[in-house]
Structures are given as structure tokens and as C-alpha cells.
């Protein structure tokens, strides 16, 4: 069963087309890699699905619910969350009040707050800095728990914009775990990523986009061998 589906969106910013003719689904419980040059349009598809800006032109529908035109809040209530390709975590509250926060927000109160807050540091193995700032964490400690602020959220659609960037070899692969935890149980999502390694080795297929449209769309292994793709962007260094 398709959970979002992408038609024929397009926007622009004032006379710039930066998406154009954009229509894709995504099936329940899968996890889709978007990925494409800087400057091709990766954000703002992040942004119009997760309600932040609207399309122009086309529709969204999650759920077979139109949301393009619903507040970003109501969007985030129907179990579509998004992160941020800049991290955004409060500097002045400890780690585990991050994730309380993320957790009010998204209606959860008392007992059922404190148990959810303690199996998502768990499974972003934070258990061990709940106490610190966020000011202090390191950036990879810094991008699992905008990770974890954005499970606190109960999503069933996860947009994750860059979530891995910066992140050494140990750090990545520690990162893929988690997200296939989170496939497992349930969870669709689409992962904005530079890396090729990370996209191969977790999407269970993978969006191309170029200059502001779709150029391919398939399974990891099948799209990153199109020349049209190498040519586009990929160059020798991404398809090793
Ligand atoms: P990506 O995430 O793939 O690097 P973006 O979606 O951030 O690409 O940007 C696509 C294009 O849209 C870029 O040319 C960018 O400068 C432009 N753009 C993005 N947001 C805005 C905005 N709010 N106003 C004007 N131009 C924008
Ligand atoms: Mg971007």
C-alpha cells in the first residue's frame, strides 16, 4: 500500500523552477533514497511534502489524504515528520529534555512520556548523555538526537534531510542501524544522502533528481548503473 503519493509537483521561487513534473509513491515500510546534485531540488521536495512550503502545482497525498495545503502542525499530527538538513536542537536543555520536548509536542504526557523518551535513547544509544546540554553533545551524538527528537514524534513517514552528514565510517554504520530498527518496525522513509555507500546499502530503492526533475527512479544497483545518472552528477568517485 502506497502511505504518500507525489503528483505532478512543481515550484518555483519567483521566476527560479526548482521542482518540475514531480510524481513518485512511496510503499509502507520501505525506506527510498532521494539523492541528486546540490542545488537539485532535495530540500525544497522535503519541504513541500512535509507542509513547511507549498507546491505550486500538483498534489500531495498521504495517506490518500490531501495534505499539500494543510499547517505544518496538522501534517506532523497525521505521523509525517521531517528533520532539518541544519541540526536544530535547543543549546540550554539536556539531551533527554530534547527529546521529552519533541515527545509533549506530539501529545504523549506522564508514564507513557518518560517510557517512550527512555526506548528512543536506547535505540540511539544516548542513554549515557540524557544529562548533557545540547550545546556539548558532539555532531554525531548532535544528529541522532535530531533523530531521536523526530521518533519522539511517532512518525509513520520519516523525511530525513542529510541526517548523516559529517558522520566517520563507525558513526554511519551505527546510524544505517538504526534506521533499519526503525524499517522494521514500520517505519516508510525517505533519506535525502550524499553517500552512495549509505544509499546502497539501505534503500530499497533510490530517486534521482537533477536540475529539478525526476531523471530515475529503481532499485539502488539498477539506477546508479544508468550512464544517464553518472552523467548527470555521479561521477567515478560516487559509483565505486
Ligand atoms: P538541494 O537540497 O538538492 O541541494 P534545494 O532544494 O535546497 O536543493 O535548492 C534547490 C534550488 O532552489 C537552489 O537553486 C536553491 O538556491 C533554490 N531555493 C531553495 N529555497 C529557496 C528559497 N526559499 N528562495 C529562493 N530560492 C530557493
Ligand atoms: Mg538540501
Given at each position: 500500500?502506497?502511505?504518500?503519493?507525489?503528483?505532478?509537483?512543481?515550484?518555483?521561487?519567483?521566476?527560479?523552477?526548482?521542482?518540475?513534473?514531480?510524481?513518485?509513491?512511496?510503499?509502507?515500510?520501505?525506506?527510498?533514497?532521494?539523492?541528486?546534485?546540490?542545488?537539485?531540488?532535495?530540500?525544497?521536495?522535503?519541504?513541500?511534502?512535509?507542509?513547511?512550503?507549498?507546491?505550486?502545482?500538483?498534489?500531495?497525498?498521504?495517506?490518500?489524504?490531501?495534505?499539500?495545503?494543510?499547517?505544518?502542525?496538522?501534517?506532523?499530527?497525521?505521523?509525517?515528520?521531517?528533520?532539518?538538513?541544519?541540526?536544530?536542537i535547543f543549546n540550554d536543555l539536556t539531551l533527554r529534555e530534547n527529546i521529552r520536548l519533541a515527545?509533549?509536542?506530539?501529545?504523549?504526557?506522564?508514564?507513557?512520556?518518560?517510557?517512550?523518551v527512555?526506548?528512543i535513547m536506547?535505540?540511539c544509544e544516548l542513554e549515557t548523555k540524557a544529562g548533557v546540554p545540547g550545546r556539548d553533545l558532539s555532531?554525531?551524538e548532535q544528529?541522532r538526537l535530531q533523530l531521536a527528537r523526530?521518533?519522539a514524534?511517532?512518525?509513520?513517514?520519516?523525511?530525513?534531510?542529510?541526517?548523516?552528514?559529517?558522520?566517520?565510517?563507525?558513526?554511519?554504520?551505527?546510524?544505517?542501524?538504526?534506521?533499519?530498527?526503525?524499517?522494521?518496525?514500520?517505519?516508510?522513509?525517505?533519506?535525502?544522502?550524499?553517500?552512495?555507500?549509505?544509499?546502497?546499502?539501505?534503500?530499497?530503492?533510490?530517486?534521482?533528481?537533477?536540475?529539478?526533475?525526476?531523471?530515475?527512479?529503481?532499485?539502488?544497483?539498477?539506477?546508479?548503473?544508468?550512464?544517464?545518472?553518472?552523467?548527470?552528477?555521479?561521477?567515478?568517485?560516487?559509483?565505486?
Open positions: 500500500m502506497d502511505i504518500l503519493e507525489v503528483r505532478e509537483v512543481g515550484k518555483s521561487f519567483g521566476g527560479l523552477q526548482v521542482l518540475e513534473g514531480i510524481s513518485f509513491s512511496l510503499t509502507e515500510g520501505s525506506i527510498t533514497g532521494l539523492i541528486g546534485p546540490n542545488g537539485a531540488g532535495k530540500s525544497t521536495l522535503v519541504n513541500l511534502i512535509g507542509g513547511a512550503d507549498r507546491p505550486n502545482r500538483g498534489e500531495i497525498y498521504f495517506h490518500s489524504l490531501r495534505v499539500d495545503h494543510l499547517p505544518v502542525w496538522r501534517i506532523a499530527r497525521l505521523g509525517l515528520v521531517r528533520t532539518f538538513q541544519v541540526t536544530r515527545g509533549w509536542t506530539g501529545g504523549l504526557r506522564g508514564r507513557k512520556l518518560e517510557t517512550e527512555d526506548g536506547q535505540l555532531l554525531p544528529k523526530a521518533l514524534l511517532k512518525p509513520k513517514l520519516l523525511l530525513l534531510d542529510e541526517v548523516m552528514a559529517g558522520l566517520n565510517p563507525a558513526e554511519l554504520d551505527r546510524a544505517i542501524q538504526i534506521l533499519r530498527v526503525l524499517r522494521d518496525r514500520g517505519v516508510t522513509m525517505l533519506v535525502i544522502e550524499h553517500l552512495m555507500r549509505v544509499i546502497m546499502g539501505i534503500s530499497d530503492r533510490v530517486l534521482v533528481l537533477h536540475q529539478g526533475s525526476l531523471i530515475a527512479d529503481g532499485p539502488p544497483e539498477q539506477v546508479v548503473g544508468l550512464s544517464r545518472v553518472q552523467e548527470a552528477y555521479l561521477g567515478r568517485r560516487y559509483v565505486q
